[in-house]
């Protein structure tokens, strides 16, 4: 067999076993190791390049990043931050039409501006979201399917964690990714928002048979406004004030951030020693299963270079002659079909390598091309049967009647929300460059 052929097969190998339920790191770790040592005929030889794989890409500086704004995603959601947002968006939206589900967006629009973890998001406001709703006459379904689509602009809106990956897989400046997501992001929660508005008007039924009109008190008086909302704003304006204003480098932001967090959650006495050793055990786990998913890629990368597998790729879709809205469209197909059967951080991993050399090939602005693979991957998080989201939510619910189906189907109108802002961003690449 030819090192191409052998490529191919170790690639077929890999999927067959994430398909047979082998965790991915596992499947690309094992898949490499083989296909190298059919490659170089020396298993040996197979575990030092390997090896070398690993330790360059663990000891590279800019890997701090990941545990910093895990770390701060935690201390926001523990000191009661994501509650804030909440109340603060759903003062905005109370005399609108369905305002509690605007609010519940623009909660989490907040909240991904201080934590860029969609995971954590889905599960603070399943706890504050989902009973609100309910009370004030939402059906589950809905409100469910709200915090579902609303929690996934973690992963879009600035500081992301798969911006972050990314930019290290493609070598591209994480902060030009983080400014290239604001637009898309404010798109993408706009597009929800007023999706909500359409439906509490002509499909009311969609919402909730005993939904209430909107809530016509006072609100939060303006003391308990600025209470609540000036250290959300002042943790944004602080992270991402620093990076855009040349202040900060996103790894020196993401631990400013981390102190700020800690002295915000210090002073409003909300933060413990118990509840800090949690938020560290729960950064420890994140940020290890985040590495070991990039070293088993690195690993996978050096394996497919070796094979030739990206350059032969690269030729056969040039000579398919499918043109570049063909390649393009075609990967975007890939990506969202990936996504129901694997996480976000796997598709990236698998699919990024393969394709960077043929859209570097093209011409592809990377910039662009990352903010079309991050809203593809997101559409991800909400598809059956994996949609990591949704699971997410189901365990952080205590109400059994809701099952995974609701969620799903609660979810689904905002996946086609998201299906538009996607053409978007594909048809008018401006909208993920203009700030660049």
Request: proline share 5%.
């Amino acid at each position: 067999m030819s090192p191409f052929e052998i490529g191919i097969a170790s690639f077929g190998g890999m999927v067959a076993l994430v398909y047979m339920g082998m965790w991915v790191p596992f499947a690309l770790m094992l898949a490499s190791y083989v296909g190298v040592w059919v490659i170089k005929g020396s298993p040996l030889l197979a575990g030092k390049l390997l090896a070398l794989a690993a330790s360059e890409t663990i000891s590279s500086y800019f890997f701090g990043v990941v545990p910093l704004f895990v770390l701060m995603g935690y201390i926001v959601s523990v000191t009661g931050m994501g509650k804030d947002a909440f109340d603060v968006a759903n003062h905005m939206f109370r005399r609108v039409r369905g305002g509690l589900g605007i609010g519940t967006v623009g909660a989490n629009a907040i909240f991904a501006a201080i934590t860029g973890i969609s995971i954590a998001s889905a599960a603070v406001f399943t706890r504050i979201a989902v009973p609100e709703m309910v009370q004030h006459g939402y059906s589950k379904r809905f409100a469910v399917g709200v915090v579902a689509g609303s929690s996934v602009l973690g992963m879009l809106i600035p500081p992301s964690l798969l911006l972050i990956l990314y930019g290290l897989l493609t070598e591209q400046s994480v902060g030009d990714l983080f400014i290239a997501g604001i637009i898309p992001g404010i798109l993408l929660a706009v597009t929800f928002s007023i999706g909500i508005l359409a439906m509490a008007y002509f499909k009311p039924g969609m919402l909730g048979e005993g939904i209430s009109k909107p809530l016509t008190d006072g609100g939060l008086s303006p003391r308990e406004l600025i209470a609540k909302g000036l250290p959300i704003s002042g943790l944004i304006g602080l992270v991402l004030g620093g990076i855009y204003g040349g202040f900060f480098t996103p790894i020196e932001a993401g631990a400013v951030g981390c102190l700020g967090a800690i002295i915000i959650g210090l002073l409003r006495r909300k933060l413990s020693l118990k509840d800090f050793w949690q938020v560290l055990n729960d950064t420890g786990l994140v940020t290890a299963s985040i590495l070991f998913l990039i070293i088993a890629a690195q690993m996978y990368s050096r394996m497919l270079a070796l094979s030739g597998v990206p350059a032969g790729f690269g030729t056969l879709i040039t000579t398919a002659d499918i043109g570049y809205w063909g390649v393009i469209l075609s990967y975007v197909l890939l990506v969202i079909v990936m996504g129901t059967i694997l996480d976000s951080s796997s598709i990236m991993l698998i699919l990024v390598p393969l394709m960077l050399p043929v859209i570097t090939a093209m011409g592809v602005d990377l910039v662009w091309f990352g903010i079309v693979t991050i809203i593809a991957v997101e559409i991800g998080l909400l598809t059956p049967p994996f949609g990591i989201s949704v699971f997410v939510i189901k365990s952080a619910l205590d109400d059994p009647s809701i099952t995974l189906g609701d969620i799903f189907l609660g979810a689904a109108p905002f996946a086609l929300m998201m299906l538009v802002v996607l053409g978007l961003v594909l048809t008018f690449p401006i909208l993920a460059t203009a700030l660049i």
